[in-house]
Every structure is written in structure tokens, then in C-alpha cells.
């Protein structure tokens, strides 16, 4: 990568740490994502309960095998065989000791904004498991709220859109068109600028563009 931009993100990354702290939130700077990946296993002693919502971000950096492959105890709704059993795992995702996932857009100040369709996402982001662990990658840092919530629309959704087998306008177009389309994935949009528990959300920093 080039060192300009390289410095640019330490610097930046400085700038939204100092804004999740101020939110009560803790972050991290990792610039690479074996970096990443290794400054996340730290965080999450062995033996702890762990899921994870949908996310690109903790599969590049190789998270979601490691933890699969590690000493704990994992809440997967991938491995159920019934619709009963996947309902059941994530429930059972609440009461869990981490929460993997990313965030569609983090604000320079330190505000995460979110979309989510069947909402399980956003609602542990909001409450349940004891500690939410984030993998951002620096491409997805915005300006301010307004910028992030059209990242998280026009780029964010668009693109795992592409993920479903879902009929959407955005899927056939690439843009948002603020549907109410049956198949919207775009039901709940979180907007986290501050955290009642210390500490609860962390932030983990990467300087490479990951996820969508």
C-alpha cells in the first residue's frame, strides 16, 4: 500500500478511536489483517461463547475459521439442519460472551451505523451478548452521519444484496431505491452513538479496505 495513504489511516484511525472512547466504546488500530486477526484473538480469552452476524469483514481476516478451529464455544447457525434448530441458535446468541460482526459505516467521530434485514445483526449490536467485537476496515470511515448512512445504503447493501437470492431493485440496478420491496434488506437501520456499558462494543481498526 502506499505510505502516504498508509499514514493517512494511522492518523485517522487515531482520530475515531479518541471518538469511540468518547462514546464509551474501545478502539483499536491494526494495519493489516493478520494484524487484526491476531489483536482479536487476545481480546476473546479461550473458552469463551461466541456467534457472529453477517459479515465479510471477519471471514477476510480469517477470524471466523480461527474461532471455529479455537477453544470455544461456538453459537453456529450455519451448521443447524432445521429452520426450528438455526431459530434456536439465535436466540441462544444473546446470552453469548462475544458477538463478532462489522459495522456498514463507523463516522469519524465514532459512530457506527448499521443496516439490517432480518434485524438479529443490529439487535445484538444493540443488547444481549457481553461484549460486541467489530472488524472495520478504514474504507468504510465517513465524514459524518449523513455520509455514513449513504455508505451503508448505496454501498453496504447494494452489494450483499448480490449475496441473497433475493429481488430487490438494487440487486438488478446497483443502486438503492429506498424500496419496500418484500425481499428488502434494509428493514432496521441502528445508529450507536454511545454505549450505556463501558467498554461492551470494541472496535478493531484495519488499515485495508475489507467487507462491503
Request: hydrophobic share 40%; charged share 25%.
Given at each position: 500500500m502506499d505510505e502516504n495513504r498508509v499514514k493517512r489511516n494511522e492518523l485517522l484511525a487515531a482520530t475515531v478511536i479518541k471518538g469511540l472512547e468518547s462514546r464509551n466504546m474501545k478502539g483499536y488500530y491494526a494495519a493489516t489483517r493478520e494484524e487484526a486477526l491476531h489483536m482479536a484473538l487476545e481480546l476473546i480469552p479461550q473458552g469463551s461463547s461466541i456467534s457472529w452476524g453477517g459479515s465479510m469483514s471477519i471471514q477476510e481476516i480469517g477470524l471466523k475459521q480461527a474461532v471455529l478451529e479455537g477453544n470455544y464455544r461456538v453459537y453456529n447457525r450455519d451448521a443447524?439442519?432445521?429452520?426450528?434448530?438455526?431459530?434456536?441458535?439465535?436466540?441462544?446468541?444473546?446470552?453469548?460472551?462475544?458477538?463478532?460482526?462489522?459495522?456498514?459505516?463507523?463516522?469519524?467521530?465514532?459512530?457506527?451505523?448499521?443496516?439490517?434485514?432480518?434485524?438479529?445483526?443490529?439487535?445484538?449490536?444493540?443488547?444481549?451478548?457481553?461484549?460486541?467485537?467489530?472488524?472495520?476496515?478504514?474504507?468504510?470511515?465517513?465524514?459524518?452521519?449523513?455520509?455514513?448512512?449513504?455508505?451503508a445504503r448505496g454501498e453496504a447493501a447494494t452489494c450483499n444484496a448480490q449475496r441473497f437470492p433475493i429481488q430487490t431493485p438494487c440487486k438488478t440496478t446497483g443502486t438503492c431505491a429506498d424500496c419496500k420491496s418484500p425481499d428488502t434488506i434494509c428493514c432496521q437501520f441502528l445508529t450507536t452513538r454511545f454505549s450505556r456499558h463501558t467498554g461492551r462494543i470494541q472496535v478493531i481498526l484495519v488499515g485495508e479496505d475489507l467487507g462491503f
Open positions: 443447524a439442519e432445521t429452520p426450528e434448530e438455526r431459530h434456536k441458535i439465535e436466540m441462544a446468541v444473546y446470552d453469548a460472551d462475544f458477538y463478532l460482526t462489522s459495522s456498514n459505516a463507523v463516522t469519524q467521530d465514532g459512530i457506527l451505523v448499521n443496516i439490517d434485514g432480518n434485524s438479529n445483526r443490529v439487535s445484538a449490536i444493540a443488547y444481549g451478548p457481553r461484549h460486541v467485537l467489530m472488524i472495520v476496515g478504514m474504507n468504510k470511515i465517513c465524514r459524518d452521519v449523513d455520509a455514513a448512512i449513504s455508505r
